[in-house]
């Protein structure tokens, strides 16, 4: 250590330069405020594509059983709540949103819009947990639950089977031995159980598109205990009662949000993070790499759930 | 030959820098909160082989319970609890880790001419992301130890009573050093080359670890959500994988395998960067087929992802999908074999010098040529279902696993060992050891071959009696493997206290971690590289060996 004169003693830590005019933030192995931008962008992108990977396994179980187990997937989907589900979406993007421009502040200087902007997408990530919570407090109390904890109430397990009947009627139900069943409602009730009844039918229109019924004669009646069911100029064989292993879907359900919540507080830590520093004023234009890339991954947190809710809220 | 004794013999003229990464700053704080690069390797190299002792010492214990038909020093349960226990320590804490966190993370700034990895503080991270992975392990192991096998298979992994939550759960922690390792290479890659390196002016060591990256960044998320799902199976039970509630338990195979298999490469093709390092080196010959090289890696990460389905020939699959990997497989060995005839040109016409780390790389070429094609005859299905759970299998991995990983770990440890510690070992030594290494390998593992290729089932703790003398034969050749071993270890903990000052370049190696002193400088060089407008990491024209400091210099710029 003698020519410690010489040449300063640097600590194998990264240390911020001392010259003022440096960025205060460039660490000690870049060249350019530029090249460690760059290589934090590129990272994140790389974590992005961890996670997007960590959830495709989820998907692919979904794929798997909703294409081996279809029946559970339309019966079970309907005991989720669209109307909730579809609050948390808008607040999702709403908070998406807020991330966005929170970044564009950042890059401007603009900090009490970039305070703001984080906060609104705080107040939508908690605003999603707390509706997420209100589902999962519904459908602990229904019992509809993963494969192992799966003990529907008695009023649920009623519900379970009328709501078969109930929806699917509304929705435009023709028995196979009953070709009067009544449909009613909607753009498929204006040609009721026309399919089975296979007598001059009239072609009928449905969002705009000229749909005409098959000539051939109906299949014989599928096995017992199961019904076809006209859904959207489409028949369904569906059961007449809750298929036997509902928990399925509720195991898939559970997988996939609880995997998300989990996402999603892990995102409002980072965002908290974020928050904290910029109230101290610590990012601008020439610096605001946490912001951009916390950003990218509150969207990827969004996109996510884009995914999930159709897939398991608005099955047909 | 010659040339490397006098490479040993002549150190006499070098000192030892003071101040180098290992001296700069001191104290246990000054390791355990590190951010350079070459102490997280160090540290690194230390813990796997740390776990590759541990691994080894199992091993040893399932041989010697092999050595008669009948029940020898253990009962069935704890074999069980051995034998999964030497395979999942192995796999998830020595190979996979070993060669990109130990070499890979020492070396790869070096050879891009930077000062670190692109995120220090990530790599740190990774590192402790291990730690605490591998302490899960040993929480595992006095909990009383997990008898599933290191490929968890349901439904007897939901079922059984040992500790799986605590190993799956240590393994999914360590998905995320490998994660970590991997982002941090890829994007060190792309952004900290120094000015004047294009893609293909980069050592080959650095494609291998690039193309690793990749795998390790695409796969190991699929491990990870598949291990949870195994934990939440077993905790919540949610029916996925558990045939009880309708689960599938062959989509645990399909999920398992989509990681496991190209996690094999994320072992053999670190391994493939030292080999493509060493031999040009030792040869002292310009590679042959650089580029072909380069791509075979991205080709073997990019085919990896597509042949799990051969660890299921016999699962249960259609016929048409079992053909269609079968086809795969065999097509994934074309990118090895590349390779492999591109290493033999290389030396073709070479001054071939038989140092320690040339004598592994030899060994490699030999092993894993063996390992490769007899993972083809394991991919061709009539084959397959014949030899499915033998012995066979047991020989064909651990030829490529051991034979190819391990030699080509040696190998680097060896090659760089004057570079990290600034010492060199005693040579003599370091061949004989490599002999007995070689030679105790094929005594244990190749009559396995003929065993299982005669039938004798893998993971039974006694076998019939007509198959005693192939593993007696086996268990001979383990211990001489040990010994090997510790012959290793004795030299080289010895150099470190006794060896001879390394020169900056004892090899005679044209990348650009030989152009700065052994140990290097905390910020790896002392003045930033520049690279002219030709440079090429496997030219030596120019090198020249100086028998004053027992190592090579650069007569004039090129």
């Known amino acids: 250590m003698s020519d410690a004169e010489a040449q300063p003693p640097q600590p194998p830590t990264p240390h911020m330069h001392e010259d003022p005019h440096e960025n205060a933030y460039l660490a000690h192995h870049f060249d350019t405020p530029q090249q460690q931008f760059e290589s934090g962008k590129l990272g994140m992108w790389m974590f992005l594509a961890t996670e997007v990977l960590l959830f495709s396994g989820l998907f692919c179980v979904y794929a798997v059983y909703r294409a081996s187990h279809p029946e559970v997937f339309e019966w079970a989907h309907r005991f989720l709540n669209v109307t909730l589900g579809g609050i948390n979406t808008m607040v999702l993007i709403t908070s998406s949103l807020a991330m966005a421009w929170a970044v564009r502040a950042a890059q401007l200087g603009q900090q009490r819009l970039l305070a703001i902007c984080l906060s609104l997408t705080l107040l939508g990530g908690f605003s999603f947990l707390g509706i997420k919570y209100i589902e999962y407090k519904n459908k602990w109390e229904e019992g509809l639950l993963w494969a192992g904890k799966y003990k529907p109430t008695a009023e649920a397990l009623e519900h379970l089977n009328a709501t078969g009947h109930g929806e699917a009627a509304e929705l435009g139900v023709a028995t196979t031995d009953a070709s009067s069943a009544a449909g009613h409602g909607g753009a498929v009730a204006s040609a009721p159980a026309a399919a089975v009844t296979a007598s001059a039918p009239a072609p009928v229109v449905i969002d705009g598109v000229k749909v005409e019924h098959s000539q051939i004669a109906p299949a014989p009646p599928g096995p017992q205990g199961m019904r076809l069911v006209e859904r959207a100029g489409l028949l369904h064989l569906m059961p007449e009662r809750a298929p036997r292993e509902l928990w399925i879907f509720f195991s898939i359900y559970f997988l996939m949000t609880g995997l998300h919540a989990l996402h999603v507080i892990a995102g409002l830590g980072a965002i908290s993070w974020v928050l904290a520093r910029s109230l101290k004023g610590q990012f601008g234009p020439a610096y605001y790499t946490p912001v951009d890339l916390v950003g990218l991954y509150w969207h990827l947190v969004d996109v996510v759930w884009i995914f999930l809710f159709p897939l398991l809220y608005l099955i047909h | ?558």
């Open chain 2, 1 to 558: 030959m010659a040339e490397s004794s006098a490479a040993v013999r002549g150190g006499a003229g070098v000192e030892y820098p003071t101040d180098n990464y290992l001296t700069h700053t001191q104290g246990l704080r000054s390791w355990l909160f590190t951010l350079d690069h070459k102490r997280i390797g160090v540290m690194y190299l230390v813990s796997v082989l740390a776990s590759f002792f541990l691994g080894g010492v199992l091993a040893l214990l399932i041989r010697t319970e092999l050595l008669t038909p009948r029940q020898t020093i253990m009962g069935a349960d704890t074999y069980n609890i051995i034998f999964t226990l030497h395979g999942a320590i192995m796999i998830f804490l020595f190979i996979i880790p070993g060669t990109p966190g130990s070499l890979g993370n020492f070396v790869l700034p070096m050879m891009l001419g930077a000062k670190d990895v692109a995120f220090p503080r990530l790599n740190l991270a990774s590192y402790y992301m291990w730690v605490i992975g591998a302490i899960f392990a040993l929480v595992a192991i006095v909990m009383g130890g997990v008898d599933t096998g290191w490929t968890f298979y349901t439904p007897y992994s939901t079922t059984t009573n040992t500790a799986v939550i605590p190993v799956v759960l240590g393994i999914f922690i360590i998905g995320f050093s490998s994660i970590f390792t991997g982002i941090n290479f890829i994007v060190t890659i792309h952004k900290l080359r120094a000015p004047g390196m294009g893609w293909f002016q980069m050592p080959l060591m650095l494609w291998g670890l690039y193309a690793t990256s990749i795998i390790q960044v695409l796969a190991t998320p699929v491990l990870g959500i598949t291990l949870l799902l195994l934990i939440a199976e077993r905790v919540l039970q949610v029916g996925i994988f558990s045939p009880a509630y309708g689960g599938d338990p062959v989509l645990f195979q399909h999920f398992f395998w989509f990681y496991s298999h190209p996690a094999v490469y994320i072992m053999i093709l670190p391994a493939m960067g030292i080999i493509s390092e060493v031999i040009p080196v030792f040869s002292h010959k310009h590679i042959f087929g650089y580029k072909a090289i380069a791509y075979s890696s991205i080709a073997i990460a990019v085919i990896s992802f597509l042949v799990w389905g051969h660890h299921m020939f016999v699962s249960g699959m259609s016929n048409m999908a079992s053909a269609i990997f079968s086809a795969l497989t065999f097509a994934v060995a074309i990118p090895s074999a590349v390779k492999v005839f591109n290493w033999v040109a290389t030396m073709y016409k070479g001054s071939i010098s038989l140092a320690t780390p040339m004598c592994y790389a030899l060994g490699f070429l030999f092993l894993f040529a063996i390992g490769g094609l007899t993972g083809l005859f394991l991919g061709s299905l009539a084959v397959d279902v014949h030899l499915t759970d033998t012995y066979f299998i047991v020989a064909h991995f651990h030829y490529v696993m051991f034979g190819g990983a391990v030699m080509a770990l040696m190998a680097g440890i060896h090659y760089w060992w004057p570079k990290i510690t600034g010492r060199m070992y005693n040579e003599r030594l370091g061949q004989i050891a490599c002999l007995l290494i070689f030679i105790g390998f094929n005594a244990t593992f190749f009559p396995q071959f003929v065993a299982g290729s005669q039938g004798m089932p893998r993971r039974y703790f006694n076998y019939p009696e007509r198959f005693t003398d192939y593993n007696v034969f086996s268990t001979i050749g383990s211990y001489l493997l040990g010994l090997g071993f510790l012959l290793v270890a004795a030299y080289l903990i010895h150099s470190l206290f006794r060896g001879r000052p390394a020169p900056a370049n004892p090899w005679g190696g044209a990348t650009l971690e030989w152009s700065t002193p052994s140990p290097p400088p905390p910020e790896n060089f002392e003045e930033e590289p520049v690279l002219g407008d030709h440079y090429d990491p496997y030219d030596y024209r120019g090198l020249v060996y100086d028998p004053r400091i027992g190592g090579y210099v650069q007569q004039h710029p090129h």
